[in-house]
Nanobody, 120 residues
Framework: QVQLVESGGGLVQAGGSLRLSCAAS????????MGWFRQAPGKEREFVAA????????NYANSVKGRFTISRDNAKNTVYLQMNNLKPEDTAVYYC?????????????WGQGTQVTVSS
């Protein structure tokens, strides 16, 4: 198994930026594709972004393309989500996940989540 711990959430004004981090431990981090998902109050969890184990391939939800960037540092066992030009509709709990592909259904290990709140 792999254990995941997110950090970096908080309160930010619309148009601002945040960078989320997810530290992994357990099995070899570089063997996994990594993803970010989010869940807003009253809504289902949705896919945000994913990155291959090499970092050369990425996938983004249409709603965040051009604003969010996923990256990873395999030496630090950490994946990041840089979020720019944040909007109130980005408010959600953000979850880090580990899995075996770039598609949303490829993930089976989850962190506890970090809250992101964007004020208008």
């Amino acid at each position: 198994q792999v254990q995941l711990v997110e950090s970096g959430g908080g309160l930010v004004q619309a148009g601002g930026s945040l960078r989320l981090s997810c530290a992994a431990s357990g099995r070899t981090f570089s063997n996994y594709y990594m993803g970010w998902f989010r869940q807003a109050p009253g809504k289902e969890r949705e896919f945000v972004a994913a990155i291959s184990w090499t970092g050369l391939s990425t996938n983004y939800a249409n709603s965040v393309k051009g604003r969010f960037t996923i990256s990873r540092d395999n030496a630090k066992n950490t994946v990041y989500l840089q979020m720019n030009n944040l909007k109130p509709e980005d408010t959600a709990v953000y979850y880090c996940a580990a899995g075996y592909g770039l598609a949303p259904h490829d993930y089976n290990y989850w962190g506890q989540g970090t809250q992101v709140t964007v004020s208008s």
